[in-house]
């Protein structure tokens, strides 16, 4: 019963250096969720997935990127890592796009220095 | 978009007392309120929700209210436990439109309940 999976669990990067924060889920689930966590800041959106084969700008997208590779993957890319981007990444995925709950994954805590 | 607002930031109480976490938000056409509960390295977790067609709903110790004329939900959580210590977080979600699939969250508030 693995339900949401996130890797790495850690990581530090310098600037200027490219990384891929890899989620699985294992609920059959349609839409999949980035989201960064800043203190102060709450839960901001980075990108979503509605469905298998859509990908969507939330909040802040800038330094982003992200991949829909099937319907249990969603990655998260960081081309070029600046310091502002440290903070910690939750992935989440819901059954559909709709009221349905959302489960969250454990988190991965990004350096970068 | 949507915007999802949350106070207070931080809540002290007694053991016993209650709490009460109050939201709002701007997109009328958002239908679904859900709360989320995040403890200490971990990601968070539902803990109730609500939807756009009842004004509130109760599981044991904690209800919730939705006003959707104010456009504001709030949390509370009566009869308080240490064990309820914990980050809490209000979100709203657009069933339609552009923003199919949206799930927007408030900035958390840090619920301390002392013994």
């Known amino acids: 019963n693995a339900g949401v999976t996130q890797t790495p669990k850690f990581q530090v990067l310098k600037t200027g250096q490219s990384m891929t924060l890899q989620c699985a889920q294992d609920?059959?689930?349609?839409?999949m969720y980035w989201y960064r966590q800043d203190p102060g800041m709450g839960l901001r959106l980075i990108y979503y997935?509605?469905?298998?084969?859509?990908?969507d700008k939330g909040e802040v997208p800038n330094g982003y990127n992200v991949s829909r590779l099937n319907k249990r993957e969603f990655s998260l890319r960081l081309e070029s890592a600046a310091p502002s981007q440290t903070s910690v990444y939750f992935c989440?995925?819901?059954?559909?796009?709709?009221?349905?709950?959302?489960?969250f994954g454990q988190g991965t805590r990004l350096t970068v220095v | 978009g949507e915007n999802v607002e949350q106070h207070p930031s931080t809540l002290s109480v007694q053991e016993g007392d209650s709490a009460v976490i109050k939201c709002t938000y701007s997109?009328?056409?958002?239908?679904?309120f859900p709360w989320y509960k995040q403890e200490l390295g971990k990601g968070p977790q539902l803990i109730i929700d609500?939807?756009?067609?009842?004004g509130e709903k109760k599981d044991q110790r904690i209800a919730v209210t939705l006003n959707k004329t104010a456009k504001h939900f709030s949390l509370h959580i009566t009869e308080t436990q240490p064990e309820d210590s914990a980050v809490y977080f209000c979100?709203?979600?657009?069933?339609?439109?552009?923003?199919?699939?949206?799930?927007?969250f408030g900035q958390g508030t840090i619920l301390t309940v002392h013994p």
């Open positions: 989440a995925s819901r059954a559909t796009g709709r009221d349905t709950e959302a489960f």
């Open positions: 609920m059959n689930h349609n839409s």
């Open positions: 997935s509605a469905s298998e084969g859509t990908t």
């Open positions: 997109d009328s056409a958002s239908n679904y």
């Open positions: 609500i939807r756009s067609n009842v």
């Open positions: 979100a709203a979600s657009n069933a339609g439109g552009t923003s199919y699939g949206k799930l927007t």
